[in-house]
Nanobody, 128 residues
Framework: QVEMVASGGGSVQAGGSLKLACSASGYNEKSYCLGWFRQAPGKGREGVAAIADDGTTKYADFVQGRFTISVDGAKRTLYLQMNGLKPEDTAMYYC??????????????????????WGPGTQVTVSS
């Protein structure tokens, strides 16, 4: 059973930084795609970033080099370092996971991948 618990959200001013963390378990640790997506009030789900088991990372266009996704396999923790935050980044952020057969994840893993496993989100609020 996949379990994902995100943390690290908060309130910051525009231009500030936050580092989100996600405790992850239950996915195939040798063949996976892990990612972050967000949802703002009244808006649909929006993919932010993803990382595959081979280390390949993918980002949404709006990230524009401001965010970095990483994973610490030993700690089973997924991270999202967010710098240069903007008010439009305000949203609930969720971490998610998908397991694949070996060799497939790098081909399918994308920032907008429609993950089916995710956990409670963490709120990020950016004020102007």
């Amino acid at each position: 059973q996949v379990e994902m618990v995100a943390s690290g959200g908060g309130s910051v001013q525009a231009g500030g930084s936050l580092k989100l963390a996600c405790s992850a378990s239950g996915y195939n640790e040798k063949s996976y795609c892990l990612g972050w997506f967000r949802q703002a009030p009244g808006k649909g789900r929006e993919g932010v970033a993803a990382i595959a088991d081979d280390g390949t990372t993918k980002y949404a266009d709006f990230v524009q080099g401001r965010f970095t996704i990483s994973v610490d396999g030993a700690k089973r923790t997924l991270y999202l370092q967010m710098n240069g935050l903007k008010p439009e980044d305000t949203a609930m952020y969720y971490c998610a996971a998908e397991s694949f057969v070996p060799g497939v994840a790098p081909q399918l893993c994308a920032a907008d991948y429609r993950f089916v496993h995710w956990g409670p989100g963490t709120q990020v609020t950016v004020s102007s």
